[in-house]
């Protein structure tokens, strides 16, 4: 009894080590991915009712899967580097013979794809098994209704790529990819204390985008990112996932570069406690500060500074392209009725295409001097439901106000990673978010982990 106990809580202890650990020791054959998939199927009975965090479940394919996983190592053949590792993915996604709503449209409810989006297609070749689909509030759809967020089940563990972030909290999955098209995987990352990637924009295909209407015209706000609890296995998922596939014609041949990581001693790291307009809590402001000032200590190049752009504008400007998208195209006719004569113009369209090429030169200019930009991810920790004001330090303030920190590589296309860092007095975990140069997701990274080395990292939320 002793025995099965203790071999019942190691096989537990799996549930929050990160993917590439999973995936090493299933090659060496110390744990089976059979007996893996099904801690996880365990975890997620015991739990999922209360976060309502994965809304479409495969068992029997994973469990095929998992099993032929296994037939093949023993006899010689590994399938890839998530050989054996399950993974779910945010409902956003295509994924053959389960069902893809976009978080729960209405008309999509028993959509069946024919073919995976590429990511799923891609995670898949790699060796991974496709578990099931995290929940995707899409405003103003949502049959499925919200998550909840492992630290505190009353409150929200972010939009929309909520589901993921609370899965992979609680232990449910070890890697999901969602989509952000204004701070939807920064924002539950840094709410629910795991690791997210906003990629450059056109570094990972957009094919099989679940939506009703073109994609095209999103690709310059919309963009696929690995959710994790490491640096490493976001780095290990855009290995996969990047890369050109025949059908996006927005993604560049720029393969993944391998690089070697840099000393602390080599960065040279711009940061910031806030942003003008913006409003940030105290305790976040005193975190993100700590933090400059400890890599400053061990021989990082700091400084406080930012780029000589408007802040408020430039989120201005990524909020009017949506609107101008949603109006004009994807909500066509429906659009007429909203804003009658007041239909946003292509002129007018165009005239924020130039002023986002603006911003996106001034932020190369000021990444010429700095490798990074360390700053907020958002102004104050997850928040409860219901709250119809958002409060910092006391004092009401709008959502705007608070979330600008996450829409600003949006606006310009540049890759953006949040890491936990800490956790405010209510026990509520917090994130850094780190900015660079477009197209330099590999340094990105790189220093993500170098700086992930030096503070809390992935914690455990209590009672899971």
């Not at 976001?234 to 840099?262: A, F, H, Q, Y």
Request: hydrophobic content about 40%; glycine content about 8%.
């Amino acid at each position: 009894m002793r025995r099965r106990e203790a071999g019942r809580t190691i096989m537990e202890e799996l549930l929050f080590k990160p993917a590439h650990h999973l995936a090493a020791i299933i090659r060496q054959r110390r744990v089976s991915a059979v007996d893996l998939l099904e801690t996880y199927l365990a975890q997620i009975a015991r739990h999922n009712t209360a976060l309502n965090a994965i809304v479409s479940l495969d068992e029997e394919g994973a469990c095929q899967r998992a099993w032929e996983a296994d037939d093949a190592l023993a006899h010689g053949q590994c399938w890839g580097p998530l050989h054996g590792v399950p993974f779910t993915l945010k409902d956003h996604q295509d994924t053959v013979g389960l069902r893809s709503t976009m978080g729960g449209y209405p008309p999509f409810l028993d959509r069946l794809p024919e073919e995976d989006s590429t990511v799923a297609d891609r995670l898949k070749t790699a060796g991974g098994i496709l578990l099931g689909k995290s929940n995707a509030v899409f405003f103003p759809f949502g049959a499925f209704g919200h998550s909840n967020n492992p630290w505190d089940l009353a409150r929200c563990p972010g939009v929309s790529s909520s589901g993921a972030a609370a899965a992979l909290a609680a232990g449910l999955t070890p890697l999901d990819v969602g989509t952000d098209t204004s701070g939807s995987v920064l924002f539950p990352a840094h709410n629910c204390g795991i690791y997210g990637l906003r990629p450059t924009e056109h570094r990972v295909p957009l094919t099989g985008l679940t939506t009703p209407w073109p994609t095209q015209p999103i690709h310059i706000l919309t963009v696929f990112g690995p959710m994790a609890r490491s640096v490493v296995d976001l780095k290990l998922v855009m290995e996969i996932i990047t890369g050109p596939d025949g059908c996006d014609s927005n993604v560049p041949p720029v393969p993944w570069r391998e690089i070697s990581p840099p000393t602390l001693s080599e960065l040279r790291i711009a940061w910031t406690p806030s942003f003008p307009g913006s409003q940030i809590g105290g305790e976040i402001r005193q975190a993100i500060e700590t933090l400059a000032n400890k890599l400053e200590r061990m021989g990082a190049k700091t400084r406080c500074c930012l780029p000589p752009v408007d802040f408020i504008r430039q989120v201005e400007i990524s909020r009017l392209l949506l609107i101008h998208v949603m109006l004009n195209i994807l909500c066509d006719p429906v659009s007429q009725r909203v804003v009658g004569e007041d239909r946003p113009s292509l002129a007018d369209y165009l005239q924020l295409l130039n002023e986002r090429d603006r911003l996106i030169v001034a932020w190369e200019h000021f990444f010429s001097d700095w490798d990074v930009l360390l700053c907020p991810a958002c102004g104050v920790p997850s928040q409860p439901y219901g709250d119809e004001m958002t409060t910092v330090d006391g004092n009401a303030v709008s959502q705007e106000a608070v979330s600008l920190p996450l829409r600003l590589a949006a606006a310009t296309g540049n890759p953006s990673v949040v890491i936990p860092i800490a956790q405010v007095a209510a026990g509520l975990p917090i994130g850094a978010q780190l900015i660079s140069r477009r197209w330099q997701d590999e340094n990105l990274l790189a220093i993500a982990a170098q700086i992930s080395e030096i503070t809390n990292g992935f914690c455990r939320p209590p009672g899971f």
